[in-house]
């Protein structure tokens, strides 16, 4: 077989169920490929944002590696911003970058690039292929290392002529890192300042949010008193009804210096020392209280749910306070004009039991989020990586990673034009993604940055560049031009109705808010 096959073949046997694809000519023999392996989905993008913010739900809800098929340096290069989600969100990824055959690179022909060092920017692990018989190990080492814990991402760059090339050789499944151990000095510290009465913060993150671990910080913080905290955004996070609830870190300095004033030890499991967004005149940029005490129990790479573990048993935790569990949140109206609170708490009552959100509502995510705390169980996705248009893609890869539970997407209508193209992938796919889109026709977040950092002196030509007027986005039409029904709401009730039925039925529908 030729080595793009043996490569594909490799992938397969250790596990690979999703290909996320925008391929050119150099990777025509790694399409042919995938479909001489049934086992494979293949999903096609049609911009590489959201071939590799798909592959990153995909893999925060399956916890495995999709394979990403990108066209040399610029497709790399137009995945990038999503692949710096993953990374941040430490999601397990695999990129397969074709590349110039061997012999071509010398003539530096239109697209050519430094593709090893924008791949060395963007990824934990690079693998450059010289030749068709170190293609099917160099496919074992990449799913390797994606999978070493908690995820990483692996790109593969594979000259043409290596893949349509013949080999004898095949790869093999090689065991991936699992947590790394804890260290007993830093568990005993962590007891230390979790019971010497001090105003102590347990700040979890990463892969430490789930229902488990949750519970046993919720049981180690009713035993000792501790405040129980989370990152600004999160990769994925259980809540609802039952479910501790943890207090995430406010994305504006100033607002997360006053969440933290007061603690004098924090005890960090699967998370670092909160810093702020950007810089800001006049405005702290690390946020952790000055001479307050800190203990890092686990890093994103250790077991912080044997950390988690070892401190019930030496605390000897076993109770939850009704105090860390959600309480009934505002009561949903039943008529009057959108808000982001009144959307908060439509949503909160009718999400449906085990769906997914996918969170880049900007602006009115910040009413939504506290006002979905009571709504049934569900798993909330975040922007980890701060780089908008990941929304629509990140539930675009969890609807297919969990075919059988509803996925809603929360965006704004600024960051949602980054990766509008997710719309049709949903319904080519036929995905159960219901995408919400907050219209204040601005990118609204600017105008409030625009004050905090003090650029106070601006006219109408400054002011044009944070609004979507003129013309505005007909989100509908968009939608619909796409394969995509969608409403525009314009009241409570109209929202109430139209997003009862979409949770509810099969394929893609969008409801533009007017706000």
């Not at 129990?297 to 939850?320: H, P, V």
């Not at 539930?395 to 969990?402: K, S």
Request: glycine share 8%.
């Amino acid at each position: 077989m030729n080595a793009a096959d043996a490569l594909l073949k490799t992938l397969v046997d250790n596990g690979l169920e999703v290909v996320f694809a925008n391929p050119g000519t150099s990777e025509m023999h790694l399409v042919a490929a995938v479909d001489h392996y049934p086992q494979i989905r293949a999903v096609l993008g049609l911009f590489e944002g959201v071939v590799t913010g798909a592959a990153d739900g995909y893999a925060r809800m399956s916890g495995k590696a999709a394979a990403n098929l990108l066209h040399l340096g610029p497709g790399l290069g137009n995945g990038f911003a999503n692949i710096h989600n993953a990374k941040k969100a430490r999601s397990p990824m695999i990129n397969i970058v074709g590349d110039h055959a061997t012999y071509h690179l010398k003539y530096d022909a239109p697209l050519t690039s430094d593709l090893s060092g924008l791949a060395k920017s963007s990824s934990d692990w690079v693998e450059r292929v010289k030749s068709p018989d170190e293609l099917p190990a160099s496919g074992s080492r990449a799913w390797q290392a994606a999978h070493n814990f908690p995820g990483k991402i692996a790109t593969l760059i594979v000259p043409a002529d290596c893949a349509w090339s013949e080999t004898n050789k095949t790869g093999e499944i090689l065991n991936s890192d699992g947590p790394g151990n804890i260290d007993e000095n830093a568990l005993n510290e962590a007891y230390k300042v979790l019971t010497d009465k001090s105003n102590c913060l347990l700040f979890l993150g990463g892969e430490f949010l789930d229902e488990q671990s949750l519970n046993m910080a919720a049981k180690i913080t009713t035993k000792t008193g501790a405040r129980l905290g989370t990152e600004t955004f999160r990769k994925r996070q259980r809540r609802g009804q039952g479910i501790p609830v943890v207090e995430p870190l406010p994305y504006f300095a100033e607002m997360a210096e006053d969440f933290l004033k007061g603690i004098e030890s924090i005890v960090f499991v699967g998370s670092k020392p909160p810093v702020s967004f950007f810089a800001y005149p006049d405005k702290k940029s690390y946020l952790s209280p000055e001479n307050s005490k800190l203990v890092q129990l686990a890093t994103f790479e250790q077991d912080g749910k044997k950390a988690l573990e070892s401190l019930c048993e030496m605390l000897k935790a076993n109770e939850i306070s009704d105090k860390f569990l959600p309480s009934p949140t505002s009561v949903a109206p039943l008529n009057g004009e959108l808000n982001p609170v009144h959307i908060g708490s439509l949503i909160g009552e009718l999400l449906p039991e085990e769906a997914i959100v996918s969170d880049e509502a900007a602006t009115s995510g910040f009413a939504v989020y506290p006002n979905t705390w009571n709504a049934k169980p569900h798993d909330w996705l975040s922007l980890t990586g701060g780089s908008i248009g990941q929304g629509l893609p990140l539930a675009t890869g969890a609807a297919i990673a969990c075919p059988d539970r509803p996925v809603i997407c929360l965006h704004g209508d600024g960051g949602a034009m980054y990766t509008i193209q997710s719309l049709w992938t949903q319904a080519r796919e036929n995905l159960n993604v219901t995408n919400i889109i907050f219209s204040n026709r601005a990118y609204e977040i600017l105008k409030i940055e625009l004050d905090r950092v003090g650029a106070l002196e601006t006219g109408p030509r400054a002011q044009s560049l944070f609004s979507l007027e003129n013309p505005e986005i007909n989100w509908t039409s968009l939608a619909k031009s796409m394969g995509v029904e969608a409403k525009t709401t314009l009241t409570v009730q109209d929202f109430r109705n139209e997003f009862s039925v979409a949770v509810n039925e099969p394929g893609p529908t969008l409801i533009e808010v007017r706000l």
